[in-house]
């Protein structure tokens, strides 16, 4: 038993045994801390100045607009020129919008126009950064580590789900909004300065010559045209806009239907990281032992589905943390496997464009956002939460 362990444990964390990947992985352990607290933040001041759902529908729009206008020329840019390069100057962008939002915020300036704006400057930044990000993976650690290292890389963003909302939640019911906007702020400059720490396998990238268009319309082309990376890249798709867009409505379950506050936030998003953290985990360990991979992302697909259902009529706060931690688990464990797939086949040349399609999944959840603010205006928050687990639950029956 104790010898099984220690190989358990070794196949688990092997990864982290990289110093450059090491670097990275604390990196974005800070870089995701910044983002939760950031999200977090920009919603709850929205709901807080406003107290209207259609503003946090407007939240979801500034939010998800640049990321899906300027996501896949984000991969463009990451196959034409030096990863790294890009991800400081983008995390460097990022971390000055954050401290514009902590600065105005502060001094009591902040109004409804000022927080959209910079919600969609931060986001716009975004785009370029994840696709870079998600492309640099395989120039920091050698190709035998690769799964594990994926399945690593997500961790991070689960453990942030968990620690990160009830911090930031605790920090703003005793200090004010201001508090979410600098720890999202400091927690970008840390990852800064370990990202510029970073030193890349092999020469510096070289584009081909051809124009940005045609490369566009290039990665576009190679997932059109390939049946299983066009249904997996589909399918993460349409959980983002359906599935998850619960995540916006939370404020009005802590406030209007729990009456838990800003804590009673964070301890709803910390549910689902919880559950999401355990199901990388849970990747990281099993994944070369499950056999029928595209079983077992329908079931959990399907299991999402209903137990957002469940979720939306929830009447007391105790039963929807404990239907979160298996949302969590079953969103994650979905889209690790689909994650895993394509950073092993596609090629490396087409690795920015291909992973910055993917990367959408996670950033159409602003505009998910919209329609279950949209829904939750014109019905109620209950509702909304209901028809995208509904929605979820008949695409992945139907496939």
């Not at 807080?48 to 939010?63: H, T």
């Amino acid at each position: 038993m104790p010898a099984s362990t220690q190989t358990a444990r070794l196949s688990t964390f092997a990864a982290l045994k990289e110093r450059n990947y090491c670097l990275y992985w604390f990196g974005l352990v800070f870089y995701v801390l910044g983002h939760r607290a950031e999200y977090m933040t920009f919603a709850w001041m929205t709901w807080e100045v406003s107290r209207d759902p259609m503003s946090l529908a407007y939240l979801g729009l500034a939010q998800g607009v640049p990321l899906v206008l300027f996501q896949l020329f984000g991969g463009v840019l990451a196959d034409r020129m030096n990863r790294l390069r890009l991800l400081v100057a983008t995390q460097t962008l990022i971390a000055l919008t954050l401290s514009a939002a902590f600065a105005l915020t502060l001094f009591g300036l902040a109004r409804i126009e000022h927080l959209l704006v910079l919600a969609a400057l931060s986001n716009a930044f975004r785009a370029f950064d994840e696709p870079s990000r998600m492309a640099l993976i395989p120039q920091l650690i050698e190709r035998e580590r690769l799964a594990n290292a994926i399945a690593l890389g997500s961790i991070p963003w689960q453990a942030g789900r968990m620690i990160g909302p009830s911090i930031t939640g605790i920090l703003i019911a005793a200090f004010g909004g201001a508090v979410g906007f600098g720890m999202a702020a400091a927690a970008s400059c840390i990852a800064l300065y370990l990202y510029s720490r970073l030193r890349l396998r092999g020469e510096a990238r070289v584009h081909d010559g051809r124009h940005v268009l045609q490369q566009f319309a290039e990665g576009l082309s190679f997932v059109g045209h390939n049946f299983m990376f066009a249904s997996l890249i589909a399918l993460a798709l349409f959980n983002s806009l359906f599935a998850m867009s619960y995540l916006t409505l939370l404020p009005i379950y802590a406030d209007s239907y729990f009456n838990a506050g800003p804590t009673g936030y964070g301890l709803l998003n910390a549910a689902h990281g919880t559950g999401a953290l355990f199901g990388s985990l849970t990747v990281a360990t099993i994944a070369h032992l499950t056999l029928r991979r595209g079983t077992a992302l329908l079931v959990t697909a399907t299991a999402l589905g209903g137990l957002l259902i469940v979720f939306s009529r929830s009447q007391a706060m105790w039963l929807a943390l404990a239907v979160l931690v298996l949302v969590g688990f079953c969103n994650t464990f979905y889209l690790m496997q689909v994650n895993t797939y394509l950073q092993q086949h596609v090629p490396d040349h087409l690795r920015g464009r291909v992973m910055s399609l993917y990367s959408l999944c996670w950033n159409l959840l602003p505009l998910g956002g919209l329609l279950a603010g949209a829904l939750a205006a014109a019905v109620d928050a209950r509702f909304a939460v209901m028809f995208g687990g509904a929605m979820v639950a008949a695409n992945a029956l139907l496939l």
